[in-house]
């Protein structure tokens, strides 16, 4: 099982930056991948960035060049450095880890959730 504590996040102008970061209570070099999504007021729940256990990060395209997705093994922390922010980023930010174990000698596939952390862009 993997534990996810979110913190960071706020309220900030228009232009400005922020860093969410994501504490696993796992190594997170164990974990398959960790993603960063968000959800607005009446929309569904997208997808911002990505980051798997080999490094690689993929962002959606509503962010590219704005958003950094990064860890930290040691602290077994996942952040994300959101700068040049816009209101329509505003929503709720949520954690999320993929983490893949045998059990009974099968993969085993399981998702686990941060507590979720408002971002409020506005003037």
């Known amino acids: 099982q993997v534990q996810l504590v979110q913190s960071g996040g706020g309220l900030v102008q228009p232009g400005g930056s922020l860093r969410l970061s994501c504490a696993a209570s796992k190594s997170i070099v164990e974990i398959n991948r960790i993603s960063w999504y968000r959800q607005a007021p009446g929309k569904e729940r997208e997808l911002v960035a990505r980051i798997t256990s080999g490094g690689f990060t993929s962002y959606a395209d509503s962010v590219k060049g704005r958003f950094t997705i990064s860890r930290e093994n040691a602290k077994n922390t996942v952040s994300l450095e959101m700068n040049s922010l816009k209101p329509e980023d505003t929503a709720v930010y949520y954690c999320?880890?993929?983490?893949?174990?045998?059990?009974?000698?099968?993969?085993?596939?399981?998702?686990?959730w941060g507590q979720g952390t408002q971002v409020t862009v506005s003037t």
């Open positions: 999320n880890a993929l983490y893949i174990d045998l059990y009974n000698n099968r993969a085993r596939a399981q998702d686990y």
